[in-house]
């Protein structure tokens, strides 16, 4: 069921990247995949090593420059989050995997015709859709929400229009549990724009 749900989800996030490009040769589209340092803060948790992966596209707003120096961008990312519990019984990973769909304003300054920097900001939303911890289910026994929200900034650099690195940090307002802590996420992003 969660193989067919996550294949679905990529699925989508293809077509959807797909029918953008068609439809306005205003949009960028994205693929980005990179590795997620995140942490639930709350207690004896650390941070664990996850991924991310899917597409974001971009528009230029057209404000204030005509270099279109102003931009919004929306993504749909496949994310794992989550912690490590260090306890005297063991260590125990959580594993909560989300469907991340951030809403971004940035600006970017063209350095040169080779390379671009950017800094963008701006809101998140996210669905767990499946998760272990122990054989156990992350979202149904141990009662981890399925619903976050948050905020999040993301910098980088675009080289020779098509490949960029960036770093981000994304911070949750919703705790992952009652009585817990809420995600946080630092994270390296490699992209490849159409």
């Known amino acids: 069921?969660?193989?067919?749900?996550?294949?679905?989800?990529?699925?989508?996030?293809?077509?959807?990247?797909?029918?953008?490009?068609?439809?306005?040769?205003?949009?960028?589209?994205?693929?980005?995949?990179?590795?997620?340092?995140?942490?639930?803060?709350?207690?004896?948790?650390?941070?664990?090593t996850g991924f991310h992966a899917g597409v974001r596209l971009s528009k230029d707003l057209k404000f204030f420059t005509d270099q279109n120096a102003i931009y919004g961008n929306v993504g749909a990312l496949l994310s794992l989050k989550g912690g490590t519990e260090k306890t005297d019984e063991g260590d125990y990973t959580y594993n909560p995997y989300y469907l991340e769909v951030p809403v971004h304003?940035?600006?970017?300054?063209?350095?040169?015709?080779?390379?671009?920097?950017?800094?963008?900001?701006?809101?998140?939303?996210?669905?767990?859709?499946?998760?272990?911890?122990?054989?156990?289910?992350?979202f149904g026994d141990l009662d981890f929400r399925r619903f976050d929200i948050g905020a999040g900034l993301r910098t980088g650099v675009q080289i020779y229009q098509h490949y960029s690195l960036s770093l981000g940090y994304d911070v949750g307002f919703i705790n992952v549990q009652k009585g817990t802590g809420a995600n946080k996420n630092f994270y390296l992003s490699a992209a490849y724009q159409f």
Do not use: C, H, W
Not at 126 to 134: H, I, S, W
């Open 105 to 138: 304003v940035g600006y970017s300054y063209q350095a040169n015709p080779n390379y671009k920097f950017y800094f963008e900001m701006g809101p998140y939303v996210a669905v767990g859709l499946f998760g272990k911890t122990e054989g156990a289910s992350v």
């Open 1 to 48: 069921m969660m193989r067919k749900l996550l294949l679905m989800a990529m699925i989508a996030m293809v077509t959807l990247a797909g029918k953008a490009q068609t439809a306005s040769s205003n949009v960028d589209v994205e693929l980005v995949a990179g590795v997620n340092s995140t942490n639930i803060s709350y207690g004896t948790l650390v941070s664990r």
